[in-house]
């Protein structure tokens, strides 16, 4: 009973008042934000997705040096040469981790 009311009130805080609902928009902007930097930066879009996850062609060697400065998912091979990646944004996520990003790739 009492980790099931646990549970509960955690359910209880996160949709009182749209909390839910707010910080999961602010998660969809920094997706958008991050979206546009990277085709900003010649990048192609693998899948277009209009939530948080945001997945990328990129080359296996930026993939390789990114790894060491950035967190990411290699998400499937797309050719030889070139994987597709998942980027993430969270309620977490602020517009300075985004541009510090762009500064990276």
Same mark, same amino acid.
């Given at each position: 009973?009492?980790?099931?009311?646990?549970?509960?009130?955690?359910? %209880?805080? /996160?949709?009182? %008042?749209?909390?839910?609902?707010?910080?999961?928009?602010?998660? %969809?902007?920094?997706?958008?934000?991050? !979206?546009? /930097?990277?085709?900003? !930066?010649?990048?192609?879009?693998?899948? %277009? =997705? #209009?939530?948080?996850?945001?997945?990328?062609?990129? =080359?296996?060697?930026?993939? !390789?040096? +990114?790894?060491? !400065?950035?967190?990411? &998912? *290699?998400?499937? #091979?797309? *050719? &030889? *040469?070139?994987?597709?990646?998942?980027?993430?944004? =969270?309620?977490?996520?602020? &517009?300075?981790?985004?541009?510090? +990003?762009?500064?990276?790739?």
């Amino acid at each position: 009973m009492a980790k099931g009311r646990l549970l509960g009130l955690q359910f %209880d805080t /996160i949709f009182t %008042d749209g909390l839910y609902f707010r910080i999961a928009a602010h998660a %969809d902007r920094m997706a958008a934000l991050l !979206k546009g /930097i990277f085709l900003e !930066k010649g990048y192609k879009i693998y899948i %277009d =997705s #209009p939530t948080n996850q945001q997945f990328f062609v990129m =080359s296996r060697q930026k993939a !390789k040096e +990114l790894h060491g !400065k950035v967190r990411f &998912e *290699d998400w499937c #091979p797309v *050719d &030889e *040469d070139n994987i597709a990646v998942r980027f993430v944004t =969270s309620w977490a996520t602020t &517009e300075e981790n985004v541009l510090a +990003l762009k500064e990276i790739i």
